[in-house]
């Protein structure tokens, strides 16, 4: 596996193209007290130009509750059958802005909140990333596995994929 550290740009665009193909993360917040994480599914938003990612969730939700003590967060993204994983760990800023609740609204929230757009629970969260890694594939998933099989024969390391940290 090879290294590629991405800077600015390129590390926006690798973080928006992981998550627009990957979508649903967990999503895991820090409640006080607690040793441990508090993770749940969540489907991106957005992902903006300047690499916040957005999300609309519920005011009444143990994340909402973890983030208004503790504004750190992870955001954990996996494609298995590709190989491809991402992790991004920043802040969340919770705000009731109604031009985003507008622009993300579609049927699958409307699902979450009977109230529709209206609803008092709807939240708008950005995450901000402050650090992000990613591991990726070079190739797909059968190119990879028969590059698996042939260095188990030859006893040669290959080069199958790719990792890095992502610098914003």
């Known amino acids: 596996m090879s290294t590629e550290n991405l800077q600015d740009r390129e590390a926006i665009d690798k973080i928006k193209e992981m998550i627009n193909k990957i979508d649903i993360g967990m999503m895991c ?10 993770a749940v599914p969540m489907s ?5 130009e300047d690499g916040n990612i957005w999300f609309l ?12 003590s503790n504004n750190k967060l992870s955001l954990l993204y996996a494609h298995v059958g590709d190989y491809n994983f991402l992790s991004v760990n920043g802040r969340g800023e919770i705000s009731r802005d109604g031009e985003r609740i507008d622009k993300y609204w579609n049927k699958m929230i409307e699902a979450w909140f009977e109230k529709g757009k209206e609803d008092p629970r709807i939240r708008v969260l ?8 990613y591991w990726d ?12 099989a042939a ?6 390391q290959p080069d199958i994929g790719r990792e890095g940290k992502l610098n914003l």
């Open 151 to 156: 260095s188990a024969i030859s006893g040669q």
């Open 137 to 148: 594939n070079k190739s797909n998933k059968l190119v990879t596995l028969l590059k698996v």
């Open 126 to 133: 950005k995450v901000i990333p402050g650090e992000a890694h």
């Open 29 to 38: 917040s820090f409640a006080r007290g607690s040793d441990y994480p508090h």
């Open 57 to 68: 969730f519920s005011s009444e939700s143990e994340t909402c509750h973890n983030l208004q």
């Open 44 to 48: 991106r938003q957005e992902v903006d």
